[in-house]
């Protein structure tokens, strides 16, 4: 029976390594609550990145108005939001996610919460300097 559930325990372990974020997902305003945007998260060569592929109703914000560079004035859907990240464990961290609301840019660390949700950080210098939103699994 112990063996058993070694084994039950050992499988699981390996799921939560081999999850992907790759896929659609769901974010929501942090000050509102309402839905805004689907976001594709896509890999290359052990690189994620991100981009807007739909608004949802409950956008407010159409165009990255407060971006600056190259991204300043283009629309949200097509913009990546999200790059560089490289998995490390369990999370995937190392890269850059883009705050349209405010066009600033922040350090990133991605992981799972279940199999349903991710936590997405956004933080300056230290992970322990930022805010967490979780954008949930798009079916």
């Known amino acids: 029976m112990r063996n ?3 084994l039950a325990l050992l499988a699981l372990n390996g799921v939560l390594y081999s999850q992907s974020p790759v896929g659609i997902w769901k ?3 942090d000050t509102d609550g309402k839905e805004k945007s689907h976001i594709e998260i896509s890999e290359s060569g052990g690189v994620l990145k991100a981009k807007v592929i739909k608004l949802l109703a409950g956008a407010t914000i159409k165009k990255c108005d407060a971006c600056k560079g190259d991204k300043k004035g283009k629309d949200l ?3 990546d939001i999200l790059w560089g990240m490289k998995k490390s464990g369990k999370i995937w961290e190392g890269g850059t996610i883009l705050d349209p609301k405010t066009g600033k840019e922040y350090n990133c ?3 799972f919460d279940g199999t349903e949700k991710l936590k997405v950080r956004g933080y300056v210098g230290v992970s322990l300097f930022g805010r967490t939103q979780i954008w949930y699994k798009v079916k």
């Open 4 to 6: 058993l559930i070694l």
């Open 27 to 29: 974010n929501l305003d």
């Open 77 to 79: 859907v097509g913009l």
């Open 109 to 111: 660390k991605i992981e």
